[in-house]
């Protein structure tokens, strides 16, 4: 099922989302983690919020136009069944719609972290290694919950 809404460029149900992430993160010895592209959309917010208690300690947000994201998903050559023309624009027009608004509302808690993601790639990189070495975590962070 995730594979067909995959290559529908849809998204999968909030639900299925946070028990698969719930069950990595319980069966981890880690207690912090990187959860990327989480959450894609409002459900998986209030999800995430109501279910997993969970609260970043920021938001990564590549700011990209979308003419270098249709270049840069079609050059990676990964052999995905979403990575053409078509696909990727809906995708596209998905993100719009339903993730947009999950960044404004972490922007207005001032918690998101800017980075132009259209500069080049090791450039990219530098901003994101920055923007993580910021992060001063103790035993405890804000935001440890055990799973």
């Known amino acids: 099922m995730i594979q067909n809404l995959k290559s529908k460029g849809e998204l999968v149900p909030a639900g299925i989302v946070v028990k698969l992430l719930m069950e990595a993160m319980k ?14 959309n409002m459900e998986n917010l ?8 969970l609260e ?3 938001v990564l ?10 270049e840069r998903i079609l050059g990676r050559k ?21 993730t947009l608004p999950v960044i404004s509302y972490y922007r207005s ?11 080049p790639v090791e450039e990219v990189f530098d901003a994101v290694e920055a923007a993580f070495s910021k992060l001063k975590f103790g035993i405890s962070g804000k935001n440890s919950q055990e799973f």
Not at 27 to 40: A, E, H, Y
Not at 46 to 53: E, G, T
Not at 61 to 70: A, D, G, H, K
Request: aromatic residues 8%; hydrophobic residues 35%.
């Open 27 to 40: 069966n981890s010895t880690n207690k912090k983690f990187l959860i990327d592209g989480f959450p894609r």
């Open 46 to 53: 209030a999800a995430a919020q109501k279910i997993m208690k």
């Open 56 to 58: 970043p300690d920021f």
């Open 61 to 70: 947000f590549l700011e990209c136009s979308q003419e270098v994201m249709i």
């Open 78 to 98: 990964q052999g995905r069944v979403d990575d053409n023309s078509e696909t990727i624009k809906r995708r596209i027009e998905v993100y719009c719609e339903s």
């Open 109 to 119: 808690k001032g918690m998101v972290e800017m980075i132009n993601g259209e500069k």
